[in-house]
């Protein structure tokens, strides 16, 4: 049943929500545009804040429903070793999908929805300390890289401390940092590309 559940949180993970939107709703390819990821970032950079915010929906779903429904339907003990491997995984999936050549996003909203279900308190806490970082230098990616430092820290601190949950989201945190090397070169040149909070003139 294990070995189930995790192919099944790869495949979900895997579905590249942003780049469907992209390429079937407004026939653009995402990845040659703006940062070339995939992700909501990138959705809403290139066609405003209710694409943005549909695609970060559609992520954080995905994780949450590893963990959450598809979690228990499969009878995997809630916050244990099987449930921290599944969301890893299907954080994998969107970062290595294999639907685009084992190429993907960040993993940022699809982390955010595995440990909304696993470890709430320290994960809305440290969404607090990403919007701060976002509205303060408009660079999501800089509210990613804080948030990702932050949120061990929160899980220790409010008691969220189970091995599995902690041992996952120092992993989750090493991957959110990994897969946004490019982001740090572009920060240190001074070019990273940064979102507006106004409104398009196209919405
Ligand atoms: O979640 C991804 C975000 O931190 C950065 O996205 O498009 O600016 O590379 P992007």
Redesign the pocket.
């Known amino acids: 049943m294990t070995a189930i559940y995790l192919a099944l949180a790869y495949l979900l993970g895997a579905i590249p929500t942003g780049y469907l939107f992209a390429r079937f709703v407004k026939g653009v390819d995402l990845r040659q545009v ?4 995939i ?4 959705v809403l ?1 290139a066609f405003g804040w209710g694409p943005g915010l549909a695609v970060l929906a559609a992520d954080v779903a995905k994780g949450a429903l590893v963990d959450g429904p598809l979690a228990s339907w499969l009878s995997v003990a809630p916050g244990g070793w099987v449930a921290a491997a599944g969301g890893l995984t299907a954080v994998l999936g969107h970062d290595y999908t294999v639907f685009l050549g084992m190429r993907g ?5 699809t982390s955010c929805g595995v440990l909304l279900v696993l470890a709430p308190r320290s994960t809305l806490a440290t969404l607090a300390v990403f919007a701060v970082i976002v509205r303060a230098t408009r ?3 800089a ?3 804080a948030g990702a430092l932050a949120l061990p820290l929160f899980l220790w601190l409010l008691g969220e401390r189970a091995a599995p949950a902690f041992c996952l989201s120092l992993l989750l945190a090493g991957l ?1 940092w990994l ?2 090397i ?2 740090i070169r572009r920060m240190l040149a001074g070019t ?2 940064t ?1 507006s909070f106004g409104k398009r003139r196209d919405e």
């Open positions: 703006g940062s070339g990821n992700g909501a970032t990138n950079r996003g960040k993993g940022v909203a660079m999501v990616s509210g990613s890289l959110v897969k946004h490019p982001n990273e590309n979102i």
